[in-house]
């Protein structure tokens, strides 16, 4: 059983908004999204807490947003898109307390990813 799933992603032209889901399996603490390129390290985009504050990255703030859908459901809402934000993006939720949103090493649960890709 696939703990969490992410929906959407796929090619885009530059400037176009894409939707990405990603629906839990049971309930979470917090629920975030990261991205990685081929040869870099998985970076953090945004992290919600269920029921609570979200959190967007400088490098996606005015353009990417993250919403609470359901109890056990978010999205990543991206606009105005850009080749710069090609990469395999993931799906990551813990069911612990605490800080440390943008970590990756804090999330426990984490999804197969889904690829998203921008053209110029």
């Known amino acids: 059983t696939q703990l969490l799933a992410e929906l959407g992603g796929g090619s885009v032209e530059a400037g176009r908004s894409l939707r990405l889901g990603c629906q839990a399996a049971?309930?979470?603490?917090?629920m975030a999204w990261f991205r990685q390129t081929p040869g870099n390290e998985r970076e953090w985009v945004a992290s919600?807490?269920?029921?609570?504050?979200s959190y967007v990255a400088d490098s996606v703030k005015g353009r990417f947003t993250i919403s609470e859908d359901s109890a056990k459901e978010i999205s990543l809402h991206m606009d105005n898109l850009k080749p710069e934000d090609s990469a395999m993006y993931y799906c990551?939720?813990?069911?612990?307390?605490?800080?440390?949103?943008?970590?990756?090493?804090?999330?426990?649960?984490w999804g197969q990813g889904t690829q998203v890709t921008v053209s110029s």
């Open positions: 049971t309930f979470t603490y917090i």
């Open positions: 990551a939720a813990d069911l612990n307390s605490g800080l440390r949103y943008s970590e990756s090493s804090r999330y426990n649960l």
């Open positions: 919600i807490y269920m029921g609570g504050r």
